[in-house]
């Protein structure tokens, strides 16, 4: 699943006129990065979903599906539903009925150019039977508190003294957006609009999500000053 129904407030005006995921970087919209990482990984079958500017998400996403053999992209509509984006939580436990058991995540807004989605991953979480596996990467200026700490033992801490940044991108089982685990009716049929952060700590302080470094390339794009640095690279 690639999150794209962000309104994108710090990124105005540019914003205004064009959603966030759509943004250019480096010749490409910023989402069709991880978009084409997952088809590269083997992953063929990738939901969206939309809210904010989402009729252009969505003629985006279906010119780039045609444009794939093989390749799917199953919208889940926030914006039209409901006339507002759920957040991350409730937007995944809105199109949990179009997810697999096990299935990535990952934010539409986020440059990540060499991450390499991988079947082995996929595999590997579904035999630990834990709920989430995350990566974190290093502080950015923005960010330098962190957000979760990484135990000894390969397993998330909710709140640590040596923190590291969530980068976005997961591999969670359906049953982290089921009861009793998220308060959200399966479906999310009431458009409720819920974070995940206050989920994954949930499930970290009972031992049910795992992480581990990425130590690539990672921008957050979250502003227009960051955009531009971005696109300045070689």
Known sequence: MVLAAGRGM???????????????????????WPMEALRAGGFRRLVVNTAWLGEQIDEHCATWSREQPGCEVVMSREGTDFGYALETAGGIARALPLLDDVFWVLAGDVYVPDFQFTQDSVDRFAASGLLAHIWLV??????????????????????????????????????????????????????????????????MEAGQVSAEIYAGAWVDVGTPERLEELNQRD
């Not at 005006?13 to 966030?20: C, F, G, I, Q, Y």
């Not at 950015?140 to 909710?158: E, R, T, V, Y």
């Open 10 to 32: 710090r990124m105005r005006p540019l914003t205004d006129v064009t959603p966030k995921p759509l943004l250019p970087v480096l010749g490409k919209p910023l989402m069709q």
């Open 138 to 203: 290093p502080n950015p200026p923005h960010n330098q508190k962190g957000d979760f700490g990484l135990g000894p033992d390969g397993l998330a801490i909710s709140r640590a003294d040596e923190a590291w940044t969530f980068s976005t991108i997961g591999l969670y089982r359906r049953a982290l957006f089921e009861a009793p685990w998220c308060e959200v009716l399966p479906g999310n049929p009431q458009g409720t609009a819920e974070p995940l952060a206050p989920l994954l700590r949930r499930a």
